[in-house]
T-cell receptor, first 111, second 115 residues
């Protein structure tokens, strides 16, 4: 069973702070890891993906992957109220294969 | 980035009727498309995986005769909800990926309400 787990939250951070979102996965065969953002009533949009151990930065977002510990995290620096959304972690086991999604973490950035 | 469209964006229908939802990849060839369903305040639920030219693979508990999926071309997949009932009311979202790509791109979703 391929499981992806996230803390459902809600997670609240003040504007300007760092928001830290975590995700763990069960299958060591996982190859690619994705973070999606979903606003209420909208479909998910890709923030970034990572497939190598370590950190990957894109603007205010940093994805961190630790395959030995089977977790992937997303850091959002200088959080803005517009970052308030549900963040979905997804795991993939190779090109052409399906993704497995976590249940999402609800983030609220307080002005 | 890659663009995926869905049509219609919302639909209201009477119980017992069938509804077809289209999913198109606009600027890339989607060798694989996925269909998800999401109920309010719940997570995405994968319904089926569709590869171009092949029969769709349905997740456990999803009735293939009720949710008909066709992926006849590299840019179009359709989901038909047959004999829809109020419990089928949900947010249906498709996504698409190219075989060599890591990413999966989502359409904007279709909100179905069955009266």
């Amino acid at each position: 069973q391929k499981e992806v787990e996230q803390n459902s939250g809600p997670l609240s951070v003040p504007e300007g702070a760092i928001a830290s979102l975590n995700c763990t996965y069960s299958d060591r065969g996982s190859q690619s890891f994705f973070w999606y953002r979903q606003y209420s009533g909208k479909s998910p949009e890709l923030i970034m993906f990572i497939y190598s151990n370590g950190d990957k930065e894109d603007g205010r977002f940093t994805a961190q992957l630790n395959k030995a510990s089977q977790y992937v995290s997303l850091l959002i620096r200088d959080s803005q109220p517009s970052d308030s959304a549900t963040y979905l972690c997804a795991v993939n086991y190779g090109t052409g294969n399906q993704f497995y999604f976590g249940t999402g973490t609800s983030l609220t950035v307080i002005p | 980035g890659a663009v995926v469209s869905q049509h219609p964006s919302w639909v209201i229908c009477k119980s017992g009727t069938s509804v077809k939802i289209e999913c198109r990849s606009l600027d890339f060839q989607a060798t694989t498309m996925f269909w998800y369903r999401q109920f309010p305040k719940q997570s995405l639920m994968l319904m089926a995986t569709s590869n171009e030219g092949s029969k769709a693979t349905y997740e456990q508990g999803v009735e293939k005769d009720k949710f008909l999926i066709n992926h006849a071309s590299l840019t179009l997949s359709t989901l038909t909800v047959t004999s829809a009932h109020p419990e089928d009311s949900s947010f249906y979202i498709c996504s698409a990926r190219d075989y060599h790509a890591h990413e999966q791109f989502f359409g904007p979703g279709t909100r179905l309400t069955v009266l």
